[in-house]
């Protein structure tokens, strides 16, 4: 069965300093994989998806990027983190087959103080 | 533009209590797909149901039903004698057919089930 793994589960870093989540998928080959952020006030919103290795497309410009260096994993990441970026990361992956829906991680919550 | 709506931000219920939390979507698209998740205190959205637009049918699972209308844009969720383990945030989603995942998601909806 597939599984979905994303780490850490809890991060508090000072701003300025770089930023790196990892999610990585098993039990599937060449999925779709998704970052979303969850963000008080501003509900679940999609940062990045990427259909393949290397092709990473972003909906929402801003202080992170994020990289696909293997099919099964997806790497989001900062340089320098600022007080707004503070959230609840969400890596999901995803097939287009009914039923299915959009599998997501445990998520990971960042606090930038 | 796409837009999910649930007026409901917080529900209180009594457990065995019946409780429906509405969702009311917009978009332009005529393929689309509408899907249910609970994300329950420790943090993960866990999927629920995925419609597609050409499917009417209302869906029951267990305690769960889920009733969509085209016609009122609505695709609505039925918990049936709700138990404690319900407790949960509930948020409803939208992705259009020509997008890659990009779910456009409610405010979500907090049910507290009190014993």
């Known amino acids: 069965s597939q599984t979905i793994h994303q780490w850490p589960a809890t991060l508090v870093q000072p701003v300025g300093s770089p930023l790196s989540l990892e999610c990585t998928v098993e039990g599937t080959s060449n999925p779709n994989l998704y970052w979303y952020r969850q963000a008080a006030g501003r509900g679940l919103q999609l940062l990045f998806y990427?259909?393949?290795?290397?092709?990473i497309s972003s909906e929402v410009p801003q202080n992170l990027s994020a990289s696909r260096p293997q099919d099964r994993q997806f790497i989001l990441s900062s340089k320098k983190l600022l007080l707004s970026d503070s959230g609840f990361y969400l890596c999901?992956?995803?097939?287009?087959?009914?039923?299915?829906?959009?599998?997501f991680g445990s998520g990971t919550r960042l606090t930038v103080v | 533009a796409q837009k999910v709506t649930q007026a409901q931000t917080e529900i209180s219920v009594v457990e065995k209590e019946d409780v429906t939390l509405d969702c009311v979507y917009e978009?332009?698209?005529?393929?689309?797909?509408l899907f249910w998740y609970k994300q329950p205190p420790s943090g993960e959205l866990v999927f629920l149901i995925r419609r597609n637009s050409f499917d009417e049918q209302n869906e029951i699972s267990g305690r769960y039903s889920w009733n969509f209308q085209k016609s009122t844009s609505s695709f609505n969720f039925t918990i049936t004698a709700s138990q404690v383990v319900d407790s949960a945030v509930y948020f409803c989603a939208l992705e259009d057919g020509g997008s890659q995942g990009n779910l456009i998601f409610g405010k979500g909806t907090k049910l507290s089930v009190k014993p």
């Open positions: 999901a992956w995803g097939v287009n087959r009914a039923p299915y829906g959009y599998t």
């Open positions: 990427s259909v393949g290795i290397g092709q």
């Open positions: 978009t332009r698209d005529t393929t689309y797909y």
